[in-house]
């Protein structure tokens, strides 16, 4: 199985910030990668796949990045409705798995 | 636009089998793949398996023993069987579909199953 490692597992920003998060792949997955927002007690929502492109209806302030191994994606300036939990997935191949999760939390 | 809608029931007992359905309202199974992930109360995403619209299934070694999933195309539904449930096996379950392999574009809106005695 390949195992999916987001980076970091929690962080803290103010509404303004601009936010990182990091996934790392444990073998190559080209662009297969996709990343999710999940807020509490709701189902995660797609927001970005095949590395970069963003979903439609997705706002232009999310964008990802990153080919093989190491991806991350950008929040270019958070706002309240982003603070949630974010989680990266590669669909190279089967099974499919996730990574363990980021919390976005307001500082 | 495909919108997903989920039920089943909710609490089991250990040994019973997990019975869920997700149906799809907007659209049809055509040129579509299917999937269930499972999320324990408080922890991560896990993906537990997907069907193609023609029927190809492919699921996590860690249940395909216990797991069936299939499709129903005259009622646009998509079924879960998950056996021989533990207390393990609490969580929200999800339905999800895309335009192809491992593409979770729509997720539906989760089911919570408990297994408890």
Same mark, same amino acid.
């Given at each position: 199985?390949? +195992?999916? *490692?987001?980076?970091?597992?929690?962080?803290? !920003?103010?509404?303004?910030?601009?936010? *990182?998060? *990091?996934?790392? !792949?444990? +073998?190559?997955?080209? &662009?297969?990668? !996709?990343?999710?927002?999940? $807020?509490?007690?709701? !189902?995660? $929502?797609?927001?970005?796949?095949?590395?970069?492109?963003?979903?439609?209806?997705?706002?232009?302030?999310?964008?990802?990045?990153?080919?093989?191994?190491?991806?991350?994606?950008?929040?270019?300036?958070?706002?309240?409705?982003?603070?949630? *939990?974010?989680?990266?997935?590669?669909? &190279?191949?089967?099974?499919?798995?996730?990574?363990?999760?980021? $919390?976005?939390?307001?500082? | 636009?495909?919108?997903?809608?989920?039920?089943?029931?909710?609490? @089991?007992?250990?040994?019973?089998?997990?019975?869920?359905?997700?149906? /799809?309202?907007?659209?049809? #199974?055509?040129?579509?793949?299917?999937?269930?992930?499972?999320?324990?109360? =408080?922890?991560?995403?896990?993906?537990?398996?997907?069907?193609?619209?023609?029927? =190809?299934?492919?699921?996590? %070694?860690? @249940?395909?023993?216990?797991?069936?999933?299939?499709?129903?195309?005259?009622?646009?539904? @998509?079924?879960?069987?998950?056996?021989? /449930?533990?207390?393990?096996?609490?969580?929200? #379950?999800?339905?999800?579909?895309? %335009?192809? =392999?491992?593409?979770?574009?729509?997720?539906?809106? =989760?089911?919570?199953?408990? /297994?408890?005695?």
């Amino acid at each position: 199985d390949i +195992q999916m *490692t987001q980076s970091p597992s929690s962080l803290s !920003a103010s509404v303004g910030d601009r936010v *990182t998060i *990091t996934c790392r !792949a444990s +073998q190559g997955i080209s &662009n297969y990668l !996709a990343w999710f927002q999940q $807020k509490p007690g709701k !189902a995660p $929502k797609s927001l970005i796949y095949g590395a970069s492109s963003l979903q439609n209806g997705v706002p232009s302030k999310f964008s990802g990045s990153g080919s093989g191994t190491d991806f991350t994606l950008t929040i270019s300036s958070l706002q309240p409705e982003d603070f949630a *939990t974010y989680y990266c997935q590669q669909y &190279n191949s089967y099974p499919l798995t996730f990574g363990g999760g980021t $919390k976005v939390e307001i500082k | 636009q495909v919108q997903l809608q989920q039920w089943g029931a909710g609490l @089991l007992k250990p040994s019973e089998t997990l019975s869920l359905t997700c149906a /799809v309202y907007g659209g049809s #199974f055509s040129g579509y793949y299917w999937s269930w992930i499972r999320q324990p109360p =408080g922890k991560g995403l896990e993906w537990i398996g997907e069907v193609s619209h023609s029927g =190809g299934t492919n699921y996590n %070694p860690s @249940l395909k023993s216990r797991v069936t999933i299939s499709l129903d195309t005259s009622k646009n539904q @998509l079924s879960l069987r998950l056996s021989s /449930v533990t207390a393990a096996d609490t969580a929200v #379950f999800y339905c999800a579909t895309g %335009p192809y =392999g491992g593409y979770l574009q729509r997720w539906g809106q =989760g089911a919570l199953v408990t /297994v408890s005695s």
